[in-house]
């Protein structure tokens, strides 16, 4: 038989990759003792299909072994997934399936124990998908955790049987398996437990053993199509926060009736895709050394870098790896000189996955408690290691880049912005819309022509949306639509002291389709955000100081507003300063469109047609800038409509 643990998924035949697969099932599922990771069992899956796409091993429901109270009928089938190792195929399956731009995804955790439905009376398994196993017997071991509850399981659950990781850190270390030892995981620590009945099981009631029912409803992150790629990393990396085992991340369609609509496979649901971390991950073998770890400063902390002794994943020779976070270097125990496991998560991200299991002989801290560029004092913020000094150089570089980011500056970069502040043009972002074009030239790989551009960019970013203020402030978990959402409740400058409880209960509408539905914004993302625009109080009131802000429109109805011909600038730019006036652009010339903007009044385009036929008012391009660019605005407003600007 081929080796089961150190094959080459590839330069396996069909024959061998089944024999393999059917092997390693056996270990998983009936047995509870696996001998080799989740990703390598992975490799294995997609070799086959390469040969064999409809191969029924890649589309078999499985179930772990458990002493059964009998087989129940489930009312509705619990399948499995349908699996992706890259973003970009997440993206691929997310683009195929939307209806539109701003169709709504939930994201969700992948936990990593035993799925279960509890109807009140009876614990279920999910079987083979159609029916399941009755294991009521272990109710007494379970707490549920689900919206708005923690406490005995004593009311209808849909979701995954496991051990929190505190539980298994704090429990498990104490409790011994019917057999004798220790269980090594909490994934076989939950498929142990289920397998044991009578005498074995009251043993474990005895040493208090606890198993935990997560509601999949519990932690569910709503985000648009439009933001999905935005919000990502940000959603993955307060999953890892979570106190639960898990093995990658689930991504549905939230219109529950059309995710319905798009039906099963034998397999899996249409609706749903499950995101799996993967990687090289060999338990046994350390993959490299951990030489150092460098700190780099973020829009709003600072992140661990490592530098460890140079290995080669999947072709690739890697160096330096995230290392996350602070509470992830506590809770591995992660120290310099240290054995470290590197993973490609999707193949792409290189990240440090685990601690090695040997020690380095003068192990050192990978920790910092001051900031490497100024020297103040860090903060703790919840996992992070932050800088709050408010003259620190570098923090404010980062915050300057994001709002600029946000502000739609493209062209303006963190090297050049970095050489602005070393000469002392650029402190604050107030300092940036005050610079000339003879500040520009100062700086070396500038001429002329690019410094007019330059300066050009920067004016025309001084009229910026309320949102796009919200959104540089850099708040956890808040894009695009989220900021709109709070400002249609809250002007900007009465953000800071709104409440947590004022900001939780904010309503965010989704309309998909025909159906609006309602979610309120909640008490722990209030929170991050409340304290977050404490913290950023004086910099709100900087970026408030320094543009012109369009305030959102939230409920009102807006007069509506069309432009029709070739002008100077780009379509976005006259709509900026549409909506900063009042009105809401649209792309349609209709009898409810209540101004048209024409570069010539006189001209027969389809636009011009119809508004002429219902009546709708018509003026041309300079007569609708005289009107909304003030007195005091000429200046800038010479370089916004393409005028020649005096450089010096």
Known sequence: MTDVINFTAERLSEAELVELIEYHNRRYWELGEPEISDSRYDELMRALAKFDPEHPLLTA???????????????????????????????DWAQKIKRFANELFLIEPKYDGISVCFDGKTLITRGAGEE????????????????????????????????????????????????????????????????????????????????????YSLISYPVNFDELKEQWEDILSQL??????????????????????????????RGAIAYKFGGDEDEDTPNTILRNVEWTAGKNCLTPVATFDPLDITGTTIKRATLHNAKFIETNDIQIGDAIRVIRAGDVIPKISARGKVNGK??????????????????????????????????????????????????????????????????HLGDLFELTAKDILQLEGFATKSAANLIEEIQKARIVNDYQV???????????????????HFSLQELPNVTVEQLAAIQMSHKIGQKESFRVLGMIRAKAIHQELVLNTVFLEELLSAVKVIRSAG??????????????EKRSFYEKLARSAGYEPVSEANS????????????????????????VKIVS????????VPAEDNAASQVEVGETMDLF
């Open 61 to 91: 429901v499985y179930a772990p072994a458990v002493a059964s109270l009998g087989s129940v009928r489930l009312t509705e089938p619990m399948l499995s997934l349908n699996k992706a190792y890259s973003f970009e195929k997440i993206l």
């Open 132 to 215: 399941g196993e009755d294991i009521s017997d272990k109710i007494e071991l379970i707490e549920l955790e689900t919206k708005n509850y923690v406490g005995k399981l004593n009311q209808p659950a849909r979701g995954e049987l496991l051990i929190r990781n505190d539980d298994f850190h704090n429990i498990y270390s104490r409790i011994v398996k019917s057999g004798g030892g220790h269980y090594k995981n909490s994934r076989n620590a939950v498929g142990g437990i289920v397998g044991l009945k009578d005498t074995a099981l009251e043993m474990m009631k005895l040493q208090k053993a606890k198993l935990t029912l997560v509601d």
């Open 240 to 269: 890892r926060e979570l106190p639960y085992p898990q093995d990658g991340v689930v991504i549905k369609i939230a219109d529950e009736n059309y995710a319905h609509s798009l039906g099963n496979t034998a397999h899996h649901p």
């Open 362 to 427: 003068d192990r050192t801290s990978a920790l910092i408690s001051h900031c490497p560029f100024c020297n103040s004092k860090l903060v703790r913020k919840g996992p992070e290691l932050c800088c709050v000094s408010a003259d620190c150089k570098e923090t404010i570089l980062q915050r300057l880049l994001a709002a600029i980011r946000n502000f739609g500056i493209e062209h303006l970069g963190e090297p050049t912005l970095r050489k602005m502040m070393e000469i002392g043009r650029v402190r």
């Open 470 to 488: 919200l959104a540089a402030l850099n708040l956890p978990a808040v894009g695009i639509n989220i900021a709109k959402a709070i400002l249609t």
């Open 555 to 568: 409920g009102e109805k807006l007069p509506t507003i069309c432009f029709t011909g070739k002008m100077p």
């Open 592 to 615: 409810s469109l209540g101004l048209l903007v024409a570069m010539d009044v006189n001209e027969n385009s389809t636009k011009l047609k119809n508004a002429r036929k219902n009546n």
């Open 621 to 628: 391009l300079d007569e609708f800038l005289k009107e909304i």
